[in-house]
């Protein structure tokens, strides 16, 4: 299959990531069917869908007589052979579950046409054990979106030990098709690359919450205000040979034996999971907000997303 080939993509789970993907690709002009457990849940995503687009037509990135026509290229059903009957690639968006990922790919591989790449959004899990349920190992392969997928730029595309040459420049292709940021990923690790980098950054946040160093906010507002205003234009890599790697060496070499090297999240941040304090899904985490605040958060959020896309990107 080339890339002009690709018509039809299916997306399977229509949760936070796949309604945004689904979005991603059908305004890019691409067939999608959109798969979940009921109809209640599918409805629930194309009016979310439905949202986001109105948000773009703000924006300039939508046009507004064209959200109808975006809107009828969604196909729903809670159908599953239905689903991927004629389709091109699959991708799958369904909870972080490795058992019920593994049964949907099994499912997969004998529901779908031969020609048909099955890719996942899993944010943890290693592709080549879901291709292993396949015999079509070579056409599976890792696409790994960013929270909210229809306004993050990066995806990574993440090769399993057999994915071919060709399915890889295909799915690659594809993402840089409808406007993503597609990342190489050489050789898959777990994390890949992106959350790797971000849990090392985090560990040592928490840490520094749980020590008391800073408050919430100002943790927050001290990483907004400095690595966190440089890293939308500029990687850490070209910020260190700006900054002189003498210097970053020297610094590294003093700081990183006094940093925690933990591998176990700090006992503050489990105590406050454990206590159900999720964050914006529970109204309480490192901070608290009401509904209608936190409300006001996201929507704030991708307002500033959208200028940043727009002026960056
Ligand atoms: N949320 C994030 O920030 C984020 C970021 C990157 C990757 N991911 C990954 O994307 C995937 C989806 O995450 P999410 O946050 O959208 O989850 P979610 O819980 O919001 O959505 C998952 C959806 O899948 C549906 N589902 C479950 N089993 C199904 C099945 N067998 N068939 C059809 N539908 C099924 C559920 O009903 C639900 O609507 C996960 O693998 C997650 O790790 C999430």
Same mark, same amino acid.
């Given at each position: 299959m080339k890339l002009e080939d690709v018509r039809r993509i299916t997306v399977v789970g229509a949760g936070i990531m796949g309604r945004g993907i689904a979005q991603t690709f059908a305004t890019a002009g691409y067939d999608v069917t959109l798969n979940d457990l009921s109809s209640d849940l599918l409805d629930a995503a194309l009016n979310r869908v439905k949202t986001n687009l109105d948000t773009f037509t703000r924006y300039g990135f939508v046009q507004?007589?064209? %959200? /109808?026509?975006?809107?009828?290229?969604?196909?729903?059903? $809670?159908?599953?052979?239905?689903?991927?009957?004629? #389709?091109?690639?699959?991708?799958? /968006?369904?909870? @972080?579950? +490795? @058992?019920?990922?593994? !049964?949907? +790919?099994?499912?997969?591989? *004998?529901?779908?046409?031969?020609?048909?790449?099955?890719?996942?959004? *899993?944010?943890?899990?290693?592709?080549?054990? +879901?291709?292993? @349920?396949?015999?079509? !190992?070579?056409? #599976?392969?890792? $696409?790994?979106? +960013?929270?909210?997928?229809?306004? #993050?730029? $990066? %995806?990574?595309?993440?090769? &399993?030990?057999? $994915? *071919?040459?060709?399915?890889?420049?295909?799915?690659? @292709?594809?993402?840089?098709? #409808? &406007?993503?940021?597609?990342?190489?990923?050489?050789?898959?690790?777990? &994390?890949y690359l992106v959350n790797r980098i971000q849990m090392a950054m985090l560990r040592e946040v928490w840490w520094l919450w749980e020590q008391g160093i800073a408050s919430a906010e100002d943790i927050d507002l001290a990483v907004k205000g400095s690595f966190g205003f440089r890293l939308a234009s500029i990687g850490p890599l070209l910020t260190n040979d700006l900054g002189g790697n003498d210097t970053n060496y020297r610094v590294s070499r003093y700081l990183l034996p006094l940093m925690t090297n933990s591998t176990e999240p700090p006992e503050a941040f489990r105590r406050m999971v454990e206590a159900g304090n999720y964050g914006q899904k529970t109204g309480q985490g490192f901070f608290v907000h009401s509904t209608e605040e936190w409300n006001s958060i996201i929507e704030k959020r991708d307002k500033e997303f959208l200028e940043r896309l727009k002026s960056l990107y």
């Amino acid at each position: 299959m080339k890339l002009e080939d690709v018509r039809r993509i299916t997306v399977v789970g229509a949760g936070i990531m796949g309604r945004g993907i689904a979005q991603t690709f059908a305004t890019a002009g691409y067939d999608v069917t959109l798969n979940d457990l009921s109809s209640d849940l599918l409805d629930a995503a194309l009016n979310r869908v439905k949202t986001n687009l109105d948000t773009f037509t703000r924006y300039g990135f939508v046009q507004a007589e064209d %959200v /109808a026509v975006i809107l009828a290229r969604i196909r729903t059903t $809670t159908d599953l052979a239905d689903a991927v009957r004629d #389709v091109d690639i699959v991708i799958e /968006a369904i909870a @972080e579950d +490795f @058992e019920a990922k593994r !049964q949907l +790919f099994n499912r997969l591989d *004998s529901l779908c046409p031969d020609r048909t790449i099955l890719a996942s959004n *899993s944010s943890s899990l290693l592709i080549s054990e +879901f291709a292993a @349920e396949t015999k079509r !190992q070579d056409r #599976v392969i890792l $696409t790994h979106w +960013f929270n909210p997928p229809h306004i #993050v730029p $990066t %995806v990574e595309i993440i090769p &399993g030990h057999m $994915t *071919s040459p060709e399915t890889y420049e295909l799915v690659y @292709e594809l993402h840089r098709k #409808v &406007g993503k940021l597609a990342i190489r990923i050489r050789k898959e690790i777990p &994390g890949y690359l992106v959350n790797r980098i971000q849990m090392a950054m985090l560990r040592e946040v928490w840490w520094l919450w749980e020590q008391g160093i800073a408050s919430a906010e100002d943790i927050d507002l001290a990483v907004k205000g400095s690595f966190g205003f440089r890293l939308a234009s500029i990687g850490p890599l070209l910020t260190n040979d700006l900054g002189g790697n003498d210097t970053n060496y020297r610094v590294s070499r003093y700081l990183l034996p006094l940093m925690t090297n933990s591998t176990e999240p700090p006992e503050a941040f489990r105590r406050m999971v454990e206590a159900g304090n999720y964050g914006q899904k529970t109204g309480q985490g490192f901070f608290v907000h009401s509904t209608e605040e936190w409300n006001s958060i996201i929507e704030k959020r991708d307002k500033e997303f959208l200028e940043r896309l727009k002026s960056l990107y």
